[in-house]
């Protein structure tokens, strides 16, 4: 009984480590903090205005059925809800923005699997950045960034899991004292 139990527990951290990281391995995260900054004094946001991410008319790699932008002011509401901080509409304590872009035309070195020769290829990237302000002094406090592959003709489940998985990732480096 305890080498099937064993072998479930196993088979499914396997399983979960396959969902959790395939769509997402090629996003890479990082962040910066003021030092001085003492983030345990913000206790309040407000968003500082809404940024329009990418006009795709073509909808090479966002589905015309997910408002991206909506995405990810929900994810980042979350996020930020989880750490106690909550939104205002009046005297925030600090302020939060984003930007996101996509180059369909961004070239990299691919790796060919038969040859093991690199070539150069097209690989559009994308970019989501994220930055919090106090609001008393209009400093940037913190500031993260996620890129990564566009995942051309993704689904609805594939992106909005990208979009979580480097906004997770981001405020993970948010400093917590």
């Not at 309040?44 to 408002?67: C, H, K, M």
């Not at 809800?81 to 990299?108: E, F, W």
Request: net charge negative; glycine share 6%.
């Amino acid at each position: 009984m305890r080498q099937l139990l064993r072998l479930f527990a196993f088979a499914f951290i396997v399983l979960l480590t396959a969902c959790t990281t395939a769509p997402t391995k090629d996003i890479k995260v990082d962040a910066e903090a003021d030092p001085k900054a003492s983030f345990s004094g913000f206790k309040t946001y407000a968003w500082l205005a809404s940024a329009q991410i990418v006009f795709d008319p073509e909808g090479q790699w966002e589905p015309r059925n997910v408002d991206i932008d909506a995405e990810v002011q929900s994810m980042i509401n979350s996020e930020l809800q989880k750490r106690g901080i909550a939104k205002v509409n009046t005297n925030p304590d600090m302020l939060v923005a984003y930007a996101a872009g996509v180059d369909m035309t961004t070239l990299g070195l691919k790796e060919n699997p038969e040859t093991g020769e690199k070539l150069l290829e097209n690989i559009p990237g994308a970019a989501l950045v994220v930055a919090l302000i106090d609001a008393d002094t209009g400093y940037v406090i913190w500031i993260a960034e996620a890129v990564g592959d566009v995942q051309q003709q993704a689904d609805e489940a594939t992106v909005r899991a990208r979009i979580d998985y480097a906004i997770k990732e981001m405020f993970r480096l948010l400093p917590k004292n």
